[in-house]
């Protein structure tokens, strides 16, 4: 076990550290957390692949005091290095994705054009590689013993994660911030879109009994229909009707009540952080006007663990990076909460 005795959790973050400043090794860690430095399908503004070493670097200035879970990381947190050959491939393969992005939204016909044929085959195939990627990482890390979060990376990044999820719980729901539904199919031609992961999900993973989506304020008609078609499998809770019942008087209390009382016992928190308000992560690679203040995100994750619910894995994904590492330090804090509760969950 990694001696504490001379680790002092007031300094200045140590960057020869790991994650948070902690000197936890992977084997020690009771927690650990995969990057996964992936963006290939975004649809607007790139740069989430990198998000992981900049959240490493911006961890450093987090405080290890959380008065809700003190002294949690205590139990160890890990963050594994980036995968430079995952990197290497999303880098090359959003490069493709641009050209072809760009062909389709002039209005040309993909099927008329060999080289753009080839170029979504090529993405398409990438996604299953890194969605098998993605599983095999987390299927090991569990086998261990390990609690494991996930760190995108778009949000297409945890696809595998939640089908080695699925392989060890008989059934789990997902809580998922984000400002988007991501119930989109095959948009733009790409099946494992970022804009696609729950609408996958959903199809792919009969062990996902409830999908409850919070703070959604984009969608399209395709996603609305296939919504309330769900037969009640999703819940979403609009933005827009969360902010008027807050209006007409109900507390974020009542409302958080409500929405943990349609999650099964097992619940993967899947944390877009576009979810919030925009002026909390103002790169991040879809930002919508309106969303959370992030403490409010916060409680709703505390009653989750208040009610007695397992907390079985989490997503922090497409975190944007910007040249003031604001947006850097936003994920940072979010990860360590989720970190924190994570280990307090399973303790």
């Not at 980036?82 to 880098?91: I, N, R």
Request: charged letters at 25%; aromatic letters at 12%.
């Amino acid at each position: 076990m990694t001696d504490l005795s001379k680790f002092d959790a007031n300094a200045v973050g140590n960057p020869n550290n790991n994650i948070f400043s902690l000197p936890f090794p992977e084997e020690d860690a009771r927690l650990v957390i995969l990057p996964v430095p992936w963006e290939v399908t975004v649809s607007y503004t790139a740069g989430t692949a990198r998000a992981p070493e900049h959240i490493l670097n911006a961890s450093l200035q987090v405080d290890l005091l959380d008065p809700d879970y003190r002294d949690v990381w205590k139990q160890g947190f890990y963050l594994r290095p980036s995968d430079k050959k995952v990197l290497m491939k999303s880098d090359y393969l959003r490069k493709e994705a641009e050209l072809y992005i760009n062909y389709i939204a002039q209005g040309e016909i993909v099927s008329e054009n060999k080289f753009m044929c080839k170029t979504l085959r090529e993405i398409n195939e990438g996604s299953l590689f890194l969605n098998n990627w993605v599983y095999e990482q987390t299927k090991e890390l569990m086998a261990q013993g390990k609690l494991v979060g996930l760190l995108g990376g778009d949000h297409s990044t945890p696809f595998g994660f939640y089908k080695a999820i699925a392989e060890k719980y008989e059934d789990f729901g997902i809580l998922h911030i984000d400002a988007h539904c991501d119930l989109r199919k095959n948009y733009e031609g790409f099946k494992y879109s970022h804009a696609s992961v729950m609408y996958n999900a959903m199809e792919e993973i009969p062990q996902l009994k409830k999908l409850v989506q919070v703070g959604v304020r984009d969608f399209c008609d395709e996603e609305f229909d296939y919504m309330i078609n769900s037969n009640e499998r999703i819940i979403t809770y609009f933005d827009k009707n969360i902010k008027e019942r807050q209006y007409d008087g109900e507390t974020w209390k009542v409302i958080a009540d409500e929405i943990i009382n349609h999650l099964p016992q097992n619940v993967f928190i899947s944390f877009d952080i576009d979810g919030l308000d925009p002026k909390l992560c103002p790169h991040t690679g879809t930002p919508v006007q309106g969303g959370f203040e992030a403490e409010q995100i916060f409680y709703l994750f505390k009653k989750v663990i208040q009610s007695g619910r397992k907390m079985v894995g989490f997503d922090l994904v497409e975190v944007g990076v910007s040249h003031s590492e604001y947006d850097e330090n936003v994920g940072a804090r979010c990860l360590f909460k989720l970190c924190n509760m994570m280990v307090a969950a399973n303790s």
